[in-house]
Structure formats: C-alpha cells, structure tokens
C-alpha cells in the first residue's frame, strides 16, 4: 500500500496477557518509529529503527516491551505480561532520511 | 519534563477568520519543528515543518513562525475551513540525531462555520 499499515486496528486483552503489534513502513522508507499516546497527551517515543538496527530505544518504559525489525521492512513491538497502564494507541511511522515522518492510524490497545 | 508545550487544549474559530496555534520549547538545542494534523481515530499528517535557520515558512494557507529567542512557534491558518478542524500537536527534534520526535499535548481547534 502507500501508507503505513499497522494491525491490528484494536486490540482488547487481559491483564497479564503478552501482545504483538505490527508495522508495515512505506516501502524504501529506511527509518521506522514507535510512539505511543495515552489518553488526552501528546505522542511519546519509543523506539527507533534505521535498517533492521535500533540505536535508540531510550523511550521504552519497562523490559516488558521490545520490538523487532526485519528485512529492513516489517517491525513488531512485543509487550510481554500487559498491564493495565500500557492501554494507549501505539503508533508507527516510517521515512526516509531527513524527511517528515508519515505515521500510520495505530493500534488502541485495550488492558481490561 | 514536558520540553514542548502546547498551553491551549482547545481553540474555536469563525469560518474565513485566521486561526493561531502556539508552541513552547524548552531544550534550545532543538532544530527542526514540525506540525501534524490529526483527525479521530486517524494517525498524525503531517501539515509543515521550518528549520531553526528560518523564522517563517509558508504553504498554501499555512504559515509557521519560529521565535528561537523566545522558544515560541505557532502555527497561522488563514482564512479556515471547517474542514481544518482536528487535533494540531506542535513537535521538535534535532537534526541528525535519531530525528526522534517530541511532541505537545495537542489543541483541538474547532472552526465553526
């Protein structure tokens, strides 16, 4: 497709549970982002991807959450042992160098 | 430490009138600014970006100012359309570093028409 594509869309879990969110960048789109936005705040950092490296993970809150990047494309951000704080929409967005970043519409991920 | 500010939750504007949504920074080392537009249930688009090495850029009906002295961007909408309405989040990075965004809390502008 031409945009970021993330799926799923929503994602409603229990406490506990570990959950998987992927990614699929803009093709040729080198660099990839994960941000997060809880309820009514701004978009928080999580990590960075240049290729399938990730020089920068200084955003992710706990050892519970990962993520991945392989054939310099697809990216998945694993959250092992959910809590019920880490329901947010989690964002992707991918671009090439130093241009804008086009994010795609998120996964809301529902703790219950 | 919130190092961009967006101080007004929410703006309501008439139909044709300018539109003005502001922006505070504090880390001085921050180099390129940028403004997303977001609709419900839809990602951030990005709208227009400056570079610290400008203090205005211009596209279409959008016009970001950039005060470095005083930490300050805003974003003008002239005239405004209904169709503008949506979450506008202020965001700052530094070139040539991850490129990592920092991002405000947002303001909501309603135009009414």
């Known amino acids: 497709g031409a945009g970021v594509s993330q799926s799923p869309s929503n994602k409603v879990t229990e406490k506990g549970k570990d959950v998987e969110l992927r990614c699929d960048p803009i093709?040729?789109?080198?660099?990839l982002y994960w941000y997060r936005q809880r309820l009514g705040q701004g978009l928080e950092f999580l990590i960075y991807f240049q290729g399938n490296s990730a020089p920068d993970k200084s955003g992710l809150p706990s050892d519970r959450f990962s993520a991945e990047r392989t054939g310099e494309s697809v990216s998945t951000l694993t959250i092992q042992r959910t809590q019920q704080e880490d329901s947010a929409v989690y964002l992707c967005a991918s671009s090439r160098d130093g241009q804008p970043q086009h994010f795609g519409d998120g996964t809301r991920l529902s703790i219950l | 430490d919130q190092q961009v500010k967006q101080n007004s939750p929410s703006l309501s504007v008439q139909e044709g009138r300018i539109s003005i949504l502001n922006c505070d920074y504090t880390n001085s080392m921050f180099d390129y600014f940028l403004w997303y537009k977001k609709y419900p249930a839809e990602g951030p688009t990005f709208l227009i970006s400056i570079s610290s090495i400008k203090d205005k850029n211009e596209d279409g009906r959008f016009t970001v100012f950039l005060n470095k002295s005083a930490k300050h961007l805003s974003l003008h909408i002239v005239p405004s359309q209904p169709g503008d309405s949506a979450v506008y989040f202020c965001a700052a990075s530094l070139l040539g570093a991850t490129n990592k965004l920092i991002f405000g809390t947002g303001t909501l502008l309603a135009v009414q028409p």
């Open positions: 093709s040729g789109h080198t660099a």
